[in-house]
């Protein structure tokens, strides 16, 4: 299965929301994948969180209850998703979540926030390092939205210090393309939370496959190298990076669950019509979209080696 989301030929910034309950196949309708490529997902956050697990999970008003709602969410997905690879039991006031995948079990008790032991900071970083996605929570109060949490070990050049705590107009701002629907966004996030789940794609290129791709480079690598992106004519690989974004409405506390599940596909992979359709996305982006993307003075390298 591939998830290739440009296949009309067209690059938009859309919200494209679908409804997961219609999807076609059951990969489609949960909110966490799992698949063979599952222990390098997690050596990767591993690896986030051995440098500086702060630089990658960060907080900003993150209401308790929003933070026991979201972590209840979590549990029952994986609970009800992967009902084989992780199971929950309830004894004498305490929660076991055990992981069948990697062996290994978390403990809580009941107030849904603390976690045994000293390997994650708490329930929710405990949870989402047991994901091959990224996840995110959006909290709305009033007339006002934040991003209250993030939990990000496969960044797409973009920092988490950078975007918690900020509205959605300001965390989608430098995005060129959604100026309209960052005038006019609230009523959508009202959708996400109280209708849906709902799941949308975004894509780009690359011309690596590693997972992290935090602005800040890890001590250690050389930066030019670290940043990617470097489309060349010659026989350098390039990746198509596809992003499959999942949106879990709590209204109960007035949020939503927000996933990131990033995939790679080589371009060589593509079929000739599909390839077609790529280069005729790529080609319609303006030119700053061009630049956002990294691509620009790069469509002619790029129409070469997709069309020859």
Not at 14 to 26: G, N
Not at 256 to 275: G, H, W
Request: glycine share 4%; with cysteine; aromatic share 12%.
């Amino acid at each position: 299965m591939k998830y290739l989301p440009f296949l009309d030929g067209k690059y938009t910034t859309a919200p494209a929301l679908a409804a997961r309950t219609k999807a076609v196949t059951d990969m489609d309708k949960v909110v966490f994948q799992f698949d063979e490529q599952y222990p390098h997902y997690l050596a990767n956050t591993d690896a986030c969180r051995k440098e500086n697990i702060h630089k990658y999970y960060v907080e900003d008003k993150l209401h308790p209850a929003t933070a026991v709602s979201i972590n209840k969410q979590i549990v029952e997905q994986l609970a009800t998703e992967c009902p084989s690879g992780f199971i929950l039991t309830y004894s004498n006031s305490q929660y076991v979540l055990q992981n069948n995948k990697t062996g290994k079990s978390l403990q809580w008790q009941e107030d849904w926030i603390k976690v045994a032991g000293n390997d994650y900071l708490n329930l929710f970083d405990a949870l989402c390092s047991q994901v091959q996605e990224d996840v995110a929570i959006c909290q709305i109060d009033g007339e006002k939205d934040w991003l209250a949490a993030i939990h990000l070990s496969c960044p797409n050049y973009w920092s988490p210090a950078e975007k918690v705590g900020r509205p959605f107009s300001q965390v989608h701002a430098i995005v060129p393309g959604m100026e309209k629907l960052n005038e006019n966004y609230f009523k959508m996030l009202l959708t996400a939370v109280h209708k849906g789940p709902f799941s949308r794609f975004a894509w780009g290129i690359s011309t690596d496959t590693r997972l992290n791709h935090h602005p800040e480079p890890a001590p250690g690598f050389d930066p030019v190298f670290w940043q990617g992106r470097r489309v060349e004519a010659d026989t350098t690989a390039i990746y198509l990076r596809v992003e499959r974004q999942s949106i879990t409405g709590v209204p109960a506390t007035n949020c939503f669950l927000f996933t990131i599940r990033t995939y790679f596909y080589n371009i060589e992979d593509l079929a000739a019509e599909e390839k077609q359709a790529l280069f005729a996305a790529i080609e319609g982006m303006s030119p700053q979209s061009l630049e956002y993307k990294g691509l620009t003075d790069k469509v002619e390298i790029l129409r070469e080696r997709l069309l020859g």
